[in-house]
């Protein structure tokens, strides 16, 4: 009777905790993940006003390395030849094309430069 007790207490302790654990989980990821994309757009923000006066890749660079993602090297700008500032990471052409495909990038050309960023 009491082996029966003891089970049947831990059947209910553990329904009860993965019904909360897991929507707390879930929560969790959507949360970091918001926030993540607001790092983000707040960081493409600084290159704004750098990119509407006819940017150089020096000034570009310089931006890039005010934001945070850009200091912690997370954070990259490609020019239409193909040079890319900040973040020295190769990227995939798989991963940028399905980007594409999926409207999750955003590209902008203004005065010879060009902005690519993509939500992974």
Known sequence: MRRRLFLVTMAVTTLLVAAFAIP????????????????????????????????????????????????????????????????QAELHPDAVRLARDQGRAFETEHSGAHLRSLVA
């Open 24 to 87: 707390l989980a879930l929560l969790v990821r959507e949360v970091a993940r918001d926030r993540a994309i607001t790092d983000a757009e707040q960081d493409q923000a600084v290159l704004v006003p750098v990119l509407a006066l006819d940017p150089s890749p020096d000034e570009l660079a310089s931006a890039i390395e005010s934001t945070d993602a850009g200091q912690d090297g997370r954070f990259a700008v490609l020019l239409p030849d193909g040079t890319q500032l900040g973040d």
